[in-house]
């Protein structure tokens, strides 16, 4: 449905060439959810906006649905809807009368737009908004009014830019639940941008990591997880000798691809540690040592962008208040590579 | 349809509809013209002045100029919506759609041209108690000429907008330098010709003069004087100059400052 080819974009700010986008690759299929996920600055709202047509590549190409972007701006707009990081509803308009708007911006009847005005309200659940001004809402009620906007002409392909930045826990649940409901019932492609590695873990069914204006891995978070980090299992031994030893055994078992001891603690990263524990507690066993705790881990993505880039995600990229799923910030900052 | 004239009335009526929810925000936003035409123009009527108002009486003379102070300002409207629509995120919603781009500005231009119309027949209505003489077809006259300046001006106060991003101060800096040398030296409250020579050589260069003196002949009724078609090439130009120039910056818009 969405496909991205050696994308790239530069930027003049005074003499110097900024390369926001170097090369992006990367392909969405029909239906699929896709996060694009990377650190503040790295590339990821540059990159949706030439593939919204919003801004020409300096090199590369877009198509969706078929339809080369550069080409057919038109086609193109008409399939998709976009919900960029700012709030779109102006600030003197009642909510309904801006779907309408946008309803006839993308060609339909006024009669139509307002049925779907309708449809859109109630499928976000914020038909008692309708008469409302903006200014009156809450930051999860604009949100969603953002959302609805980029559903009005039943898009088949929704692209989503920070959709939940500035969102407390509760609001951002809630606006999940809408867009998975919507998936399910309209089998839209959703393609959306995030710097949250736990919201990438939980509602991507597939996540490219962008880092410095490049694609750095491509899969599923189960796949990156394993292939790119691996499980990771710890023992504590008696003494350090004993933990020198037990390393030594690690080392040796299949499925190893670092071994670490550290004081009494061995880690070690294997695959599939739920198996591998037992089977190496009972070496250790076998070998007359004593274990006094033992775990598994498994990886976050955290660990994956560490093993690819030797940097923490939420700490790379602007000094941006960083925020997961469980802590609420209430600020609403346009954040992430330049925009207009 | 055809569907450059679907899309302006689209917008259009996105951008009017908020005036039309609350009408009193018409008058509001022409008390600065209003205050002229009472405050200063009960003055400049007391003083008894000849001001080469030929035909018609003092009132029939200052009233265009207030018209078309009016007409200097209010367009800035269009710019200034735009602006924080570009700053915020609705401008970029409504660049995804298919909307014509050119649309975008023609139906804030003519949202700023109905609001005209509408302050200026109040204005002038006002004016009528203050004992101003009124010729209805050279008022209206007046006002279509006056609309016309207007949309040139609404459409180059969309492309100051688009040029001032992201911050705005441009476009504050440059409508501020404007405005008020623009309207002393069209000789919009006083007569240039007061002033000496060099005035009249700078307002003789300013199009906004050739528009007033118009404004001035067609108010009195006086639709054959030569003034009235300089006014109308100079109104013409800057809607011209005003919509080419803006329907291109918006074919551009899409793209955020800096690029390349």
Known sequence: MIRAEGLRRTFKAGKETIEAVRDVTFGVATGELLALLGPNGAGKSTTLRMLTTLLPATAGSVRIAGFDAAREPGRVRELIGYVGQKNASGENHRIRDELVTQGRCHGLSNGKARRRADEVLEILGIGDLAARTPSTLSGGQRRRVDIALGLVHNPRVLFLDEPTTGLDPHSRAALWDRIQLLRRDHGITVLMTTHYLDEADLVAERIVIVDRGRVIADGTADALKAELAGDRMHITASDTGAARTAAGLADRMPGVSEVTAEGRTVHVRIADADAALPAYLRLLDRAALTVTRAGVRRPSLDDVFINLTGRRLEESGDAYATATMTTATTTDEPIGAPHA | ?260
Not at chain 2, 188 to 208: D, H
């Open chain 2, 1 to 260: 349809m055809p569907r450059l004239v679907r899309d302006v009335a689209t917008v259009f009526s996105r951008e009017i509809s908020p005036e039309l929810r609350s009408p009193v925000g018409i008058v509001l936003t022409m008390g600065q013209p209003l205050l002229f035409l009472v405050l200063f123009g009960s003055m400049l009527a007391g003083t008894g002045a000849n001001l080469g108002a030929g035909t018609g009486d003092v009132w029939q003379w200052f009233v265009p100029g207030i018209l078309v102070m009016m007409c200097l300002m209010g367009p800035l409207s269009a710019g200034h919506g735009m602006l924080s629509e570009l700053n915020g995120g609705q401008m970029e919603r409504f660049l995804v759609t298919p909307i014509s781009r050119t649309s975008l500005v023609l139906g804030r231009t003519a949202k700023d041209a109905v609001t005209l119309f509408a302050q200026a027949l109040l204005l002038t209505a006002v004016a009528i108690p203050l004992g101003m003489s009124l010729h209805l077809p050279g008022a209206l006259a007046t006002m279509v000429l006056l609309i016309v300046m207007a949309i040139g001006l609404s459409a180059l106060s969309c492309v100051l907008a688009i040029a001032s991003r992201p911050g705005g101060n441009l476009f504050w800096m440059v409508t501020q330098m404007l405005i008020f040398p623009i309207t002393m030296l069209s000789g919009i409250l006083l007569p240039v010709g007061a002033g000496p020579g060099w005035l009249s050589a700078v307002a003789a260069i300013n199009p906004v003069t050739y528009i007033v003196d118009a404004a001035r002949a067609l108010f009195a009724g006086d639709f054959l004087n030569t003034s009235v078609l300089h006014g109308l090439i100079a109104a013409t130009a800057l809607a011209v100059i005003g919509l080419f120039l803006s329907t291109r910056a918006m074919k551009r818009c899409g793209r955020p400052v800096g690029s390349a």
